[in-house]
């Protein structure tokens, strides 16, 4: 599939998405967003890819938001489909079946750090910039960051940076748990692709049961998580990998996963 807003490449069992509008710090017009779907619905059945790296294109910006020439032209009838669509692509790459990790290596304002909070992982580079600035523009987050904002760092910080739209850097971030890790910026990929690597070549199903295990930790009672977890335990047990991994560590060996 040829993309024109995104550069898609695939080495060593990892899939690395580069949203590639420089010249307009990456941001998300619906050509870019179409082309995001499209691209994951790709790499979901495509059993070579492991993991997902995804970041943005020159030393400036991750992404610096959803396109504020298109949503200029927004109305109360389209700017409700608008974030549906959004929320929809977002949630299709929190829920994807392989870690997406974001590399962030830049700014990530508005819906570039909405993307980042739909990824499973986040790092970033020194430089990189954080931020909801939608009050600004007159808007609010709409590609579910007033959500997953409020849960991943708690409701009273969430409330402090989307009302005030003050941007966050790599250091505050990592403090406030937004990010697990700040490198350099010219480490910053290769340390995304190093980790995706590390973690492809765990044995995949329980990569997959494993995060969505860790995801509905947010959706619901921790009793209710905790059947969700063992129903999902159980699974892991019905794969070869588990009888690999087990029987590796008792014969002294390194586990052969094969992703079965
Ligand atoms: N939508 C559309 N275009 C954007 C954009 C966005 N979210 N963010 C940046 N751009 C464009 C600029 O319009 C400019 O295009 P031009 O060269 O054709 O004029 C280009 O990207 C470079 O941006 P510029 O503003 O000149 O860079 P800067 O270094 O002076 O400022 C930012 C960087 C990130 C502070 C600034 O671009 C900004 O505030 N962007 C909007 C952030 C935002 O509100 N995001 C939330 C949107 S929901």
Partial sequence: MNYKNILLEIKNNTAILTINRPDKLNALNSG?????????????TNEEVRTV????????????????????KLDMINGKEFAERGQRIFNLIENFNKPVIAAVNGFALGGGCELALSCHI??????????????????????????????????????????????????????????SKVYPQIELLNKAIEMANKIGLKAGHAVTEA???????????????????????AICCGTEDFKEGTSAFLEKRKANFKNK
């Avoid at 995060?211 to 335990?233: H, P, T, W």
């Fill in 211 to 233: 995060i969505k295990a860790v995801k509905i930790a947010d959706q619901v009672s921790a009793r209710e998580g905790q059947i969700y977890e063992a129903s999902l335990f």
């Fill in 122 to 179: 986040r790092i970033a580079s020194e430089n990189a910039k954080f931020g909801q600035p939608e009050v600004n523009l007159g808007i609010i987050p709409g590609y579910g960051g007033t959500q997953r904002l409020t849960r991943l760092i708690n409701s009273g910080r969430a409330m402090e940076y989307i009302l005030t739209g003050d941007l966050i850097d790599a250091n505050e971030a990592l403090r406030i748990g937004l990010i």
């Fill in 32 to 44: 870019t967003m179409d082309e995001l779907e499209k691209a994951f619905i790709e790499l979901e």
């Fill in 53 to 72: 790296v995804l970041t943005g294109s020159g030393e400036k910006a991750f992404v610096a938001g959803a396109d504020i020439s298109e949503i200029n």
